[in-house]
Nanobody, 123 residues
Framework: QVQLVESGGGLVQAGDSLRLSCAAS????????MGWFRQAPGKERECVAA????????NYADSVKGRFTISRDNAKNTVYLQMHSLKTEDTAVYYC????????????????WGQGTQVTVSS
């Protein structure tokens, strides 16, 4: 049974930093591309960062480029999202997801999803 468990969300002020973690189990983690998505109330789920299985390729949404960094530790079956200079518009539920493709960006590229962790940024 595949499980993706996010942690590290919370309530922070604008300008603060947070690091999200996603621990994976039940899959050969090193063979999966990973992504971080977010969904704000009333908005569609969007990918903010993605990383290939071997960390050789990463991509970021324009809205987070230069502020967020995705990384992974295949020895720990964990993917991270380091977030700096948080803005109120970053408020959303953040989900990690695993893709059997070499790299994924859209929702349909991903096979497995976590339950999400809430990030709230206050002004």
């Amino acid at each position: 049974q595949v499980q993706l468990v996010e942690s590290g969300g919370g309530l922070v002020q604008a300008g603060d930093s947070l690091r999200l973690s996603c621990a994976a189990s039940g899959l050969d983690f090193s063979r999966y591309a990973m992504g971080w998505f977010r969904q704000a109330p009333g908005k569609e789920r969007e990918c903010v960062a993605a990383i290939s299985w071997n960390s050789g390729r990463t991509n970021y949404a324009d809205s987070v480029k230069g502020r967020f960094t995705i990384s992974r530790d295949n020895a720990k079956n964990t993917v991270y999202l380091q977030m700096h200079s948080l803005k109120t518009e970053d408020t959303a539920v953040y989900y990690c997801a695993a893709s059997g493709l070499p790299f994924g960006w859209i929702i349909y590229d991903y096979n497995y999803w976590g339950q999400g962790t809430q990030v709230t940024v206050s002004s």
